[in-house]
Structures are given as C-alpha cells and as structure tokens.
C-alpha cells in the first residue's frame, strides 16, 4: 500500500518521488499513454466531498441537488446520482444528462431566466420537483404550457433578495440590479398569482446569490430574508413545501485559502430552515467537483523577452477560460519537482492576449516536453471548454486509487466538423 498523495494543499494531488501524482496514479505515465491536454479527477475526492455534504445536513431534511453546470460529464454525474443526490439544472440539455444516468424527476430542480418552451415542455413531461421560476412571464406560460398536457408544474418562485455575495460581480447573482430571480418585494404578488393558475402547484421558494462564496454572514442574511417571506406567505394561506438556498460555497484556488465547510454551511442554514419547517434544498456545484479536477497540460515553448518570460502550453482559454473571463487565480504547479524556479506568464496558443492561465507566475522549472498542472479546474472548466480557433476539447480522465479510465475521448477535427455543410 503507497502513502496516500496529500502534500498539495487540495486532497488526493501531491508528489511522490518529485512526481506529481493524482490518488495512486503518476501524472507523467498517465500523460504518457492518453496525451494533453487532458482533464484529471479524483473520485476519492468527488466521493469525499459528497460525504461531507450528506454529513453536514443528515439531521434536516435535506435535498442536495448537484449543479450540473460545474462539470456534466455523465460519469462524473453518475458517482453523484448514485450517492442519491438530487440534479440542479439550467437548461434541456442538463436535464437530458440527468435523466440519461438516472436521476429521478422528484430529484430535479431546473432554474434558468431564459427557458424556452422546448425545455419547459420537456421539464413537465418528466414531472421534475420544481421549476425555480425566475419572472412572472415565465410562470404564466409554465401554466400554459402545464395546461396542454394536462398537467400541474410544481414550481418555487427564485427570490432576488437583494445580498452582496462578496465575490466576482461576473458570479453575483443575488443583487436587485442582476438578471436574476424576482424582487423579493414583488415575490408576494407572483405567488398570489400563483395561487390562482389552475397549472401550478406551488411547492416552494429558492435563492441562491452567488458562486465562489467564503463569507457565509450573506447565506445568513439571505437566508433570513428568504424565511420572513416564507412566514408572510404563510399568513396569507400560501403553504410551502422546500426551501432552497441555491449552491455557492467556495473552494481553494490558493494554497493560503481557508474556505467553509459544508458543515459551516449547514450550522448556518439549518436553524434558519427549521423556523420555517420546511424541508431544505442546497445546490453546490463548484463545492463537490471543484478541488477534485486539475488540468494537465504541456510545456511547447519557452519565450524570453528580456525581463519578461512565457511558458507556451498545448492547453489554452478554451478548456479553461476561468482565468481570461473573471481573472481567476487557479494554482500552477510542475508535473515534476525541480530544485530551480522559473517565472513566468503560463499562456495558451491561442490568439487572444486573454488566453493565459497565470501571469508572473513562479514554479519549478519546466522546459520543451515538460507537463504542469492547473489544479482547482474541476468545476466550470470541461463544463465551460469550446472550440475557438478550432482546437478540439481535451481529453478526460477519472482516476480511482491506481486505475484510470478515459471518460470523455478526446475531440478530433471530424468531430468539430461532423454538422457543418460545404454548400
Ligand atoms: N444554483 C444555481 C441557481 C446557480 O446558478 C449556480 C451557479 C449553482 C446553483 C451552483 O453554484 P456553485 O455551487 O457551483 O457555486 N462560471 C462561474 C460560476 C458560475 C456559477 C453559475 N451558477 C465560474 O467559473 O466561477
């Protein structure tokens, strides 16, 4: 039995012998036999991550719905429907994955400001647990559409409760002025047109405020303004059944990072809950998969230019593009521990001056052919790859303790062509 790798500030990556491995897996030899750029998770680490979920809420009845936005690869989805945990969805296509590995329609939840009919109509013929509503508009043609087969929607109206998420604006969801949800002061209303549409049932209410959250005083807060609707609505002979506090908890992008717990999370929002009793519903995404994922890519070209030094990679903005669109900071380390430092800008090929993954960065020093690994990638990075430049997406790769197996192949040329037409 090998000592487990945790020398690395995120669980289950760390160096063995100068060479960083993932569980019992070499990255070196890994690399040698699928190539790069490749996506590697650790489902030692995903598993942990979902105990300590169940952990923190076992004593309230609670719904954990993963987001599928973070990272909807179907094995990774499978690990989690298979631990019972319910699905969080913003689209068709997210609820087609879900119920493609199995999870039950009584375990869906689906929020979203811009569903089209297509996917209202398909969310209602699998009978999902709630629609989280996020305007009046889409709740009358929920009703509509409901009506035409016959059905009640379940439904929760998504509250804007006005609270600063104290992260990346990019990632704010909570505030009056975003897109998102329905003024809390005109929440009674909605619900009261709720009440009358013969299509809907009423199930519950949601807000979730933000993504990558460290300070949970805003759950606290939002939570709190979430519950004294609940008790107003209560008055008014509107009952409810959940209460969702949407997803949000931060992870470790830096090796310094202390971030909440799942439990911190929980010993927060579980007083709040039960005031109200109503069963809790939480949606973390970035919080399971996030720290379980790194991306590995390799050393192309070295550039000097004068004071300023780059380090080309085969991996670009387009299998992560987190650092280029909010500059995001995800750790950098070589594959191989040296006793020399390089900094240096880390930066992608493509042809875009936003195409990096850390500027000025210091890390042992790598040369032509060596592999580094931008760790915390796990979640909103495969989830959030595309093709510019017509560069095909990167391969995909669980690891469990010495086995790995590919679970999504790497893209070739065919495939980014397969529907276009040459007319
Ligand atoms: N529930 C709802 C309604 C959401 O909109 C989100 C994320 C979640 C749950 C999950 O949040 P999490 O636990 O993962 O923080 N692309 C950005 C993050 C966007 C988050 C969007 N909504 C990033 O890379 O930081």
Redo the contacts with the bound molecule.
């Keep these: 039995m090998q000592e487990s790798v945790n020398n690395l500030f995120i669980e289950h990556f760390g160096y063995r012998d100068s060479n960083l491995y993932c569980e019992d897996v070499s990255i070196g030899n890994l690399v040698a036999k699928v190539g790069t750029p490749v996506y590697v998770y650790s489902k030692r680490a995903i598993i942990q991550r979902i105990r300590a979920y169940k952990d923190a809420f076992k004593d309230y009845q609670t719904l954990i719905c993963y987001?599928l936005?973070?990272n909807s690869n179907l094995s990774i989805l499978k690990i989690i429907e298979e631990s019972r945990l319910g699905a969080?969805i913003?689209s068709g296509g997210e609820l087609y994955k879900a119920k493609k590995v199995g999870f039950p329609s009584s375990r869906i939840v689906y929020?979203?400001v811009g569903k089209t009919d297509f996917e209202i109509e398909f969310a209602i013929r699998e009978g999902i647990l709630s629609f989280?509503v996020e305007s009046q508009m889409e709740l009358e043609i929920i009703n509509q559409i409901a009506k035409k087969y016959g059905k009640k929607a379940n439904v929760s109206i998504?509250i804007n409760p006005d609270v600063d998420p104290k992260t990346?604006p990019?990632?704010s969801?909570g505030l009056k002025k975003s897109k998102?949800g329905i003024d809390i002061h005109q929440a009674k209303e909605v619900y009261k047109t709720a009440l009358k549409l013969e299509n809907i049932n009423i199930v519950g209410i949601?807000c979730?405020i933000?993504?990558?959250?460290t300070d949970l005083s805003v759950y606290e807060e939002a939570a709190q303004k979430t519950a004294e609707l609940v008790f107003q609505l209560k008055r008014e002979g509107i009952e409810l059944q959940y209460f969702n506090i949407?997803?949000?908890?931060?992870i470790r992008y830096r090796p310094e990072d202390k971030v909440p717990t799942p439990k911190d999370l929980a010993n927060i929002v579980i007083p709040i809950a039960s005031q109200t009793g109503l069963k809790l519903i939480v949606?973390?995404?970035?919080?399971?998969i996030?720290e379980a994922g790194a991306l590995i890519t390799k050393v192309m070209f070295l550039k000097d230019k004068g004071d300023k030094h780059f380090v080309i990679v085969d991996s670009g903005m387009n299998d992560l593009?987190?650092p280029s669109i909010?500059n995001?900071y995800h750790h950098i380390v070589a594959v191989k521990q040296r006793d020399r430092k390089i900094k240096a800008d880390i930066v992608g090929p493509i042809c875009e001056t936003g195409d990096f993954f850390g500027i000025d960065r210091e890390i042992d020093w790598v040369d032509r052919g060596d592999l580094i690994a931008i760790l915390s990638a796990g979640?909103?990075g495969s989830s959030?790859s595309f093709n510019y430049n017509v560069r095909p997406k990167a391969i995909e790769v669980l690891i469990d303790r010495e086995k790995f197996s590919i679970i999504k192949e790497r893209e070739d040329y065919k495939h980014i062509t397969l529907l276009e037409e040459e007319i």
Excluded: C, W
């Design positions: 987001a936005k973070a969080d913003v929020a979203g989280n998504r990346h990019y990632i969801t998102f949601h979730h933000g993504s990558q959250i949407g997803g949000g908890l931060g949606e973390p995404g970035r919080s399971i996030g593009v987190r909010y995001a979640a909103y959030m």
